[in-house]
């Protein structure tokens, strides 16, 4: 972490903020696209972009050379503004917008992922006989235990056979690629099951070789000691996953001369570790026994995560005299009793001193409710060490402008 342009941030600007991590992130990128790369020449990562929208990420990606990922039009719309070509953008999901139609017939890839969708698709491509719609089918993952997951087809049922064949009774539709994505199971056995049930699928429902698979995401991205610690098992690296996936594929296409392409959609796995918040200590308190200290951040700025884990913290201190505490819960803003950012932290503290949240990347800023206060601000290393706000604070009129007011203000 760049620890000193946290602080001088703190010097100089309001909290809470986030900070994010250009060269950690691109250092990443280029280690988990390598490695997948030196094993399998023709692999493509893929963005997730409701993990992390932020544009000034999203760029970087697109000149680091990867595609988009997306899942609803508002998504779309920013890929396309940031400049992607349709058949660099992957449209995914249960949900597609009305934009879906544009996508597929500026040569978009897209994944269906159930039948109603393949009936929107062939109408389409009805009233387009002239042009080529390529298709990918999202394949329904078993992932055990109690959990049926609600995505794509199932594989054998009559539902991936009917939309097979309403696809091969257009001429102009063919099926040329496999998706899938799991975002509940992220070790190396996960993954080397999900490929042996994509080759299934292939060997299913394709008599040439598909153009592409994607495996989506979940993989463990790098995380501090602190954070895999508390996974238990060890983490896999990027290398464990790249060889328990790729090599089964290559051998499966080892006879064949043209290779499919190999498809990942990572969201969490890139951007978690490189983005920081940052929040000062407003007050602390103890009520019978319970100590608590209230921030100008909230739980809703850090993600999914901060719930399932206890985020890697730093303190940077501002007060003069911090007090002893054996445990301290770390509270928000939200006036919400539920609103723990850390629970029961061994440190020294007093009201002044400012918090530094690790590994928030993933699902923070992208569902951060305006709830009471809207959005803080983003900062990133910039050119020669000087931070640049790639994110504004949310103001009122962000808020408030899409509400009618009966009185003219
Ligand atoms: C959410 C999602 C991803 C990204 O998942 P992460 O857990 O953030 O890595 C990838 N692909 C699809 C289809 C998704 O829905």
Redesign the pocket.
Known sequence: MDNDMIVDLIESCKTPFYYFDVEGFIENYHDLNHTFQSIYKNYQL?Y?Y???YTPYICEIVKQLGGYA?V?SDMEYLLAKKIGYENCHIVY??PAKGELLEEHILNGGIV?VDNYDEMIRICKLAQKYPQIKIKLGL?INMDVGGDFISR?GFELGKTEISDAIRLADNNENVSIVGL?C?I?RA?GVGAWSARTKTMLEAVKLYFDKVPEYI?L????F?KMSEELCSQFGAEVPSYRDYAEAVLQPIAEYFSETEIKPMIL?????????RYVYFVTKVLNIKTIRGRNMATTDGSFENLGEICGLKKLPLKIVRRSANPKDYQGVDIMGYTCLEQDVMYKDLKCKLASGDYLVFENVG??SIVSKPQFIKPNCAMYATGFEGVPIQIMREETFEDVFSKFVFQQKL
């Open positions: 893929s997730s409701k993990t992390n990922e899942v995914n999901g994944n999202r995505f998706h994505h975002s992220r994607s989506g995401s979940g993989m991205g990942t959609e990572p969201g969490t796995t890139l951007v978690s993933g699902y």
